[in-house]
């Protein structure tokens, strides 16, 4: 074949691929008669693969297999949230056959993890607004059999409220290879000196909890956390009294020692500008710091846009369309008439995302705000639904 004529075909290809973001729409029946339409690439399928929770968040898988999934019931200050198995996984139907509450009457948990000691036991990590606790865990167990949960970190839970753009009683943990844990903390305001360093952070502790300390800060409010290839990557809101259009939504590959910028910098269209124009809300005048030395992010989304969980799908995943690339959740804003968001997207360093599954907001009305997601195979993968309280399996056909 001579070469010329393979490198058009490359290219082509190439092409062709790049145009294939047209998303077909799939109707989907839900419990008690309700129909809504998402739309997604051509190949794909979606299934309610479970229903009848409520503000169903964050994924993990335990060490016996089993899928894990937080419910914080509402979106007030709350302790009626749980974490539920989903469990009895049908194939064919792409549906759980049975949704265990593992625990309930929880404060606001937003993530759990699990990790396997040198000595061969497993916990289970569970992230709540005022503290971080674990629990031995038995595999197969459908209630904790260890009754006494140790406390191995607290955080500061007062600031939660509207007013001061601080709604962030969410912590989301991680766990690295090498078994170092990470929690993050979001800010207690819009835009303000924190009292507290843990505020606007993420921390780096050991499984224990011994050997506390701040791994990166000067992010308003980092949700989405995970660690992979190497590298521990987030999801982070930014503040909200720029305007409509600024600033980014932005996803790091984080480092550590970093001062990310919040409240002084902030980021728009991949470049970061130092914030001249503070909240009216700001408790007190903030200390500027250089917003040259702030490094711009791996990828960002639109403002208001509320970027939550992400997975990574290697090159071993069936189909171009995600292969090597990140998928994200963008919640959508709080305000739907800014339409920001509503959406998950495809995230490829250097690229502009684009979408890859829409339609959660249709005109004025919301019928569904994706928040985390997670690789089964290579094939599939799982996203919760916190407005409908809906896990969904999307497959390749």
């Not at 839970?157 to 753009?165: A, E, I």
């Not at 989405?224 to 409509?244: R, V």
């Not at 502009?352 to 705000?369: E, H, K, M």
Request: proline share 6%; with cysteine; net charge positive.
């Amino acid at each position: 074949m001579p070469k010329t004529f393979l490198i058009a075909v490359i290219v082509f290809a190439s092409l062709s691929v790049s145009a294939q973001r047209r998303l077909i729409p799939n109707k989907i029946e839900l419990a008690g008669g309700k129909r809504i339409t998402l739309n997604l690439p051509p190949g794909y399928e979606i299934v309610p693969a479970a229903q009848g929770l409520k503000r169903v968040r964050f994924f993990a898988k335990a060490p016996d297999g089993r899928i894990f999934v937080t419910d914080m019931h509402d979106l007030t200050d709350n302790e009626k949230g749980a974490v539920y198995i989903l469990d009895e996984f049908d194939p064919k139907s792409g549906r759980f056959g049975k949704v265990i509450p593992y625990m309930t009457r929880l404060r606001n948990p937003n993530s759990v993890q699990f990790y396997t000691d040198s000595d061969g036991q497993s916990w289970i990590y569970l992230a709540e607004t005022d503290k971080l606790t674990r629990r031995k865990y038995t595999a197969g167990e459908t209630k904790p059999t260890d009754q006494k949960p140790q406390t191995i970190a607290t955080f500061p839970d007062y600031g939660l409220s509207y007013k001061y753009g601080g709604w962030h009683l969410t912590r989301t943990i991680a766990f690295a290879p090498n078994g170092k844990l990470y929690v993050s903390v979001g800010s207690s305001c819009n835009a303000c000196e924190e009292k507290e360093s843990v505020r606007a952070a993420v921390l780096e502790m050991n499984p224990d909890g011994s050997g506390s300390r701040i791994f990166v800060k000067g992010l308003r409010n980092a949700v989405g956390l995970k660690w992979m290839q190497g590298n521990l990557f987030a999801t982070n809101q930014g503040s909200d009294h720029l305007g409509l259009s600024k600033p980014d939504e932005t996803f790091y590959a984080l480092r550590d020692g970093t001062d990310y910028g919040w409240p002084s910098c902030y980021q728009s269209n991949g470049r970061v500008f130092a914030d001249r124009t503070p909240a009216s809300n700001l408790k007190k005048p903030t200390k500027p710091r250089p917003c040259s030395k702030v490094p711009a992010s791996y990828a960002y989304f639109p403002a208001h846009s509320s970027a939550l969980g992400f997975d990574y799908f290697d090159s071993e995943f069936a189909g171009v369309d995600l292969r090597e690339s990140f998928l994200a959740s963008l919640h959508g804003s709080t305000d739907k008439r800014l339409a920001k968001g509503y959406r998950i997207v495809r995230v490829r360093k250097g690229k502009t995302p684009v979408d890859f599954i829409s339609g959660f907001l249709q005109g004025r009305s919301v019928v569904g705000r994706p928040c985390d997601i997670m690789k089964l195979d290579d094939r599939s993968f799982l996203f919760t639904d916190d407005f409908g309280g809906v896990v969904y399996l999307v497959r390749k056909k």
